[in-house]
């Protein structure tokens, strides 16, 4: 029998080891994965490489996680926000690693390393210097560099409803790298607001199939981020 | 003696006004963080745009009720909005195919810098100081058909942003169409930065004293 829920997201994220790539989903704090953070901040693993597309509010979720000082390096499109205060100051004190990455030239990287693509060619960032020291090529008289796909250890995701089986559904602009990450990661870690019996999910809507994920831990009520960075929380509590 | 009361060029309202002018009916848009969110309150009657919104949504919808936002329905800049009916929701590598793919009519992006052949510098100063975030400024002029950019005319300290080239880290190179600034509405053509435009008691010498790169007026035809 194949069941991919797990009793607790300590359980879920137990296995995650010193060094490993983690990728974690959500556009600020929409769909942050914040209990499978929490968790592995409760974990301990240290030298993480995380790769996301920001770097945490306040001190909560994924800046806590760097405020912990579990994070080595960040491959980021826009590390900061309006309220990021713990990325800026690692980063000014030369004690985290950035690699900056355009928005879209990261969600393909992504994809490509979940789809066994090792690179490609993308008309962004050339002529800036995100270009510096890349390969290029010209197509139809175009200039385009070159960019790898990127595998991860991990992927940390937030979904709104799964079932067993590890097929997903997610909620509003919450989805933004969740599907793509879950393809990227040898584990992906799914944290989902309810789990339902499989058959409850039309296969027409399934958004991401089970055969991208690996672990799945139901969280109904998952903290709000944004609220808990409002309230100047800081985890842990 | 100069009359302080006389208003010089356009409001930002009437900037945004402008552009939205600008935007053809059933036109695909992207709209970059700050005025250029202003634009979609100004489209005239009648014409239907679609908004897209790069972490995920076609058919943004206004910005809800205090306090009536979801949390998981935010647009690029992480504001609550909502979804028009007809809308989609799609992971971030459909976006940016969306983007890159060139299915995206137009965008209006805030700027830095731009130049007289179209270069624009909206990512980054490049001072040592700050930390660099690009998000998805690089793939958006890479990819949409036709950029717009709307910006002050100067900076805060009277410095031009409309130059001869660049001295900010490139966003993209030739990638501006036109730039809708508070003084003027300039289109960046091959033969150089033509004036389409200027804003309330603007004169051209006044104009081209605010603007670091060589400006062109329209020849107009006798009819």
Redesign the interface.
């Known amino acids: 029998m194949i069941n991919k829920i797990v009793s607790s997201a300590a359980e879920a994220v137990r296995e995650i080891h010193d060094g490993a790539v983690v990728m974690v989903g959500g556009?600020?704090?929409?769909?942050s994965p914040i209990e499978l953070i929490h968790a592995l901040i409760d974990q301990g693993a240290k030298d993480l490489t995380i790769i996301s597309?920001n770097t945490g509010s306040g001190h909560v979720g994924l800046a806590a996680l760097i405020e912990n000082r579990q994070v080595a390096k960040t491959i980021c499109?826009?590390?900061?926000?309006?309220n990021s205060k713990v990325?800026?100051e690692l980063?000014?004190a030369g004690e985290i690693e950035?690699e900056?990455?355009?928005?879209?030239?990261?969600?393909?990287r992504?994809?490509a390393g979940g789809a066994g693509i090792p690179a490609f060619y993308?008309?962004?960032?050339?002529?800036?210097?995100?270009a510096i020291g890349k390969e290029s090529r010209v197509f139809n008289g175009q200039e385009y560099v070159l960019e790898y796909g990127i595998k991860a250890d991990y992927a940390l995701v937030k979904a709104e409803t799964a079932d067993r089986y590890g097929n997903l559904l997610?909620?509003?602009?919450?989805?933004?790298?969740?599907?793509?990450m879950c393809t990227a990661s040898k584990v992906a870690i799914v944290q989902t607001k309810k789990v339902i019996e499989p058959g409850q999910i039309d296969p027409e809507t399934v958004?991401t199939p089970g055969i991208f994920v690996q672990k799945v831990i139901e969280i109904n009520n998952p903290a709000?981020e944004?609220q808990l960075v409002e309230d100047e929380m800081s985890y842990p509590w | 003696m100069v009359n302080t009361d006389l208003k010089i060029g356009w409001s930002r309202a009437e900037m945004a006004q402008k552009v939205a002018l600008d935007i053809p009916d059933g036109s695909y848009v992207n709209l970059g963080i700050g005025i250029p969110e202003m634009v979609a309150d100004f489209v005239p009657e009648g014409r239907e745009l679609i908004y897209q919104t790069e972490n995920g949504l076609l058919g943004m919808g206004p910005v809800p009720e205090e306090g009536k936002g979801d949390r998981e329905l935010v647009n690029a800049g992480k504001k609550y909005v909502t979804a028009i009916p007809g809308a989609a929701y799609f992971h971030h590598a459909d976006s940016f195919g969306m983007i890159r793919g060139g299915h995206i009519d137009i965008c209006v992006l805030g700027a830095m810098q731009v130049s007289k052949k179209g270069d624009l510098a909206n990512w980054s100063t490049g001072a040592k100081n700050s930390v660099p975030a690009v998000g998805g400024a690089m793939d958006l002029v890479a990819g949409v058909k036709r950029i717009f950019v709307i910006t002050q005319h100067v900076t805060k300290h009277g410095d031009p942003k409309i130059v001869d080239a660049c001295s900010f880290p490139l966003t993209g190179k030739k990638v501006v169409e036109c730039v809708y600034t508070n003084l003027a509405i300039l289109d960046i053509k091959k033969e150089g930065l033509f004036v389409r435009e200027m804003g309330p008691n603007v004169d051209f010498d006044y104009l081209q004293e605010l603007t670091g790169t060589k400006l062109n007026q329209y020849v107009k035809t006798q009819v």
């Open positions: 556009f600020g704090a929409a769909g597309n499109s826009f590390p900061r926000t309006a990325f800026p980063y000014h950035l900056l990455v355009p928005q879209g030239t990261l969600a393909e992504i994809r993308t008309p962004a960032s050339v002529n800036t210097p995100l997610y909620h509003a602009t919450a989805r933004n790298f969740g599907p793509i958004i709000d944004s």
